[in-house]
């Protein structure tokens, strides 16, 4: 009895030691020697400071900054998640119905003009970092203007930071908020 709890207790600590230690530091290693920049978080840096990660989308108020998709959770990532309400739920519509006018107006759009469903409707974390190209489009005379910047420039800035789609199928292409907004806050800063 006493030889098999010592067997066991070694198994123990052998599977502690490889699956606990080892490995872990294995993965680590690994990662940081092929995918450094993401292994560190893809943190976005201005003047050597970070100010976010390029993975998780925040909260830009301003007119001289791209707005990202809303968020139901505030752009907290401990409370990651959607708001939960279905397609006919009147409290969604009628937040839809006000986005949708508060676009219109801070982008100088007419009433009727069309607007990306992602410039009104939240993503199923919250956390989304990235808006569509037809929204960033949108947006980049409000930013030009603001910044004191020409349209050409910002839109190229614009092109600059759009993405492909993943695998080069799946999805749309999309500007990820926090590398385009750092990008001009490099390019022409606010005052």
Known sequence: ?????????????????????LYPLAVTGVAQAAFDDKADGSMVERDGEAVGSSLIGQSFEGQGYFHPRPSA????????????????????????????????????????????VDAVTGSGSGLDPHISVANARLQASRVAEARGMGAGDVT???????????????GEKAVNVLELNAALDEAAPLN
């Open 156 to 170: 190229a800035l614009v092109d600059e930071h759009t993405a492909g789609r993943a695998l080069g199928i799946l």
């Open 73 to 116: 959770i505030g752009y907290d990532p401990a409370d990651s998640g959607g708001s939960n309400l279905g397609p006919s739920d009147e409290g969604l519509l009628e937040d839809i119905e006000t986005r949708t006018r508060e676009y219109r107006e801070a982008n100088g759009l007419a009433d009727g003009a069309e607007v990306p």
């Open 1 to 21: 009895m006493l030889r098999q709890l010592f067997a066991a207790g070694g198994m123990v600590a052998v599977s502690t030691v490889v699956t606990g230690l």
